[in-house]
């Protein structure tokens, strides 16, 4: 199998509980259903769960057990998509090529929205499980953690108050490691600790997951530059357009390609005791560093 298809079976897989999800929850009011379709079920290529199910499975899990656990994780980062999109916060039009939720549902809706997919996350996280229940309480405090004070919350704050700022180093690396490579970190360390490993192999998930989520924003810090409106969904330049702390602005664009292919080395030697069991989370490692190449 490539990873193309092995990327798409697993968003498909993903994608099919969600829907049976939400058809069973009955969302009211329907605005509110359709706020949260509109962009749960968009373009995106859900792979922070895909992570996560990756993880378990390479630590010798049956990825099928925490496919709500797993789905949860995607309703967190389509919250802080929607919020992200705000006037109050970046002010984009678009994302994934289409409109952004507040620019169709008007930003109340939008907002409830996105409170709505957050507080959900948990409902789902815990409502069925096959795992043990300390595990499962491990693993949300994890989750939790990082979508929270200690990562995605805090690094978008850090984020606003940056802007028109001349970057520097500490600052740069604070932004990027809270507000995106945190939920990735997570994403990956879930899996792992559903799975019930302990120990230098817990470590090893965790330094995987934190290089591939330095990579993903470094590489999207590229991307902003270097790819169209049409491949990025939104519009071109908007992080330069308002003057966001990026690695490119700090290092330039060759230095920053070094500085993410040196990530994804790092996270690929991080899981190399697992030998062949870590052939997906390899592919998808690679995958994300090419993204910018």
């Given at each position: 199998?490539?990873?193309?298809?092995?990327?798409?079976?697993r968003?498909?897989?993903?994608?099919?509980?969600?829907?049976?999800?939400?058809?069973?929850?009955?969302?009211?009011?329907?605005?509110?259903?359709?706020?949260?379709?509109?962009?749960?079920?968009?373009?995106?290529?859900?792979?922070?769960?895909?992570?996560?199910?990756?993880?378990?499975e390479?630590?010798?899990?049956?990825?099928?057990?925490?496919?709500?656990?797993?789905?949860?994780?995607?309703?967190?980062?389509?919250?802080?998509?929607?919020?992200?999109?705000?006037?109050?916060?970046?002010?984009d039009?678009l994302?994934?090529?289409?409109?952004?939720?507040?620019?169709?549902?008007?930003?109340?809706?939008?907002?409830l929205?996105?409170?709505?997919?957050l507080?959900?996350?948990?409902?789902?996280?815990?409502?069925?499980?096959?795992?043990?229940?300390?595990l499962?309480?491990?693993?949300?405090?994890?989750?939790?953690?990082?979508?929270?004070?200690?990562?995605?919350?805090?690094?978008?704050?850090?984020?606003?108050?940056?802007?028109?700022?001349?970057?520097?180093?500490?600052?740069l690396?604070?932004?990027?490691t809270?507000?995106?490579?945190?939920?990735?970190?997570?994403?990956?360390?879930?899996?792992?600790?559903?799975?019930g490993?302990?120990?230098?192999?817990?470590?090893?998930?965790?330094?995987y997951?934190?290089?591939?989520?330095?990579?993903?924003?470094?590489?999207?810090?590229?991307?902003?530059?270097?790819?169209?409106?049409?491949?990025?969904?939104?519009?071109?330049?908007?992080?330069?357009?308002?003057?966001?702390?990026t690695?490119?602005?700090?290092?330039?664009?060759?230095?920053?390609?070094?500085?993410?292919k040196?990530?994804?080395?790092?996270?690929?030697a991080?899981?190399?005791?697992?030998?062949?069991?870590?052939h997906w989370?390899?592919?998808?490692?690679?995958?994300?560093l090419?993204?910018?190449?």
């Open positions: 199998m490539e990873l193309k298809e092995f990327l798409s079976y968003k498909a897989e993903i994608m099919t509980y969600l829907k049976q999800y939400f058809v069973k929850r009955s969302v009211t009011p329907k605005i509110l259903s359709d706020s949260i379709n509109h962009s749960l079920f968009s373009k995106g290529k859900a792979i922070r769960p895909i992570l996560c199910l990756t993880a378990y390479t630590c010798g899990g049956v990825y099928t057990d925490i496919l709500p656990q797993a789905s949860a994780i995607e309703l967190i980062h389509t919250y802080s998509l929607i919020h992200d999109d705000l006037p109050a916060m970046d002010d039009d994302r994934r090529g289409r409109p952004t939720n507040h620019k169709v549902y008007g930003e109340a809706v939008a907002i929205a996105g409170d709505a997919l507080t959900e996350a948990f409902y789902m996280y815990t409502s069925s499980f096959t795992v043990n229940g300390g499962l309480i491990e693993a949300l405090k994890e989750l939790s953690s990082a979508a929270g004070l200690d990562g995605m919350v805090a690094g978008q704050v850090m984020d606003i108050m940056s802007e028109s700022k001349t970057p520097d180093i500490e600052t690396k604070y932004i990027h809270n507000k995106t490579a945190a939920l990735l970190r997570a994403s990956v360390m879930t899996g792992a600790i559903l799975s490993i302990k120990g230098s192999e817990l470590y090893a998930m965790k330094i997951g934190e290089n591939i989520g330095m990579t993903f924003q470094i590489v999207d810090d590229i991307l902003d530059i270097t790819a169209t409106t049409e491949e990025l969904g939104k519009p071109k330049g908007s992080d330069l357009e308002k003057n966001k702390m690695y490119p602005s700090l290092y330039g664009l060759v230095h920053s390609k070094k500085l993410a040196d990530h994804i080395e790092t996270a690929i991080s899981i190399e005791s697992f030998r062949e069991k870590a989370l390899r592919e998808i490692a690679n995958y994300l090419k993204r910018g190449a």
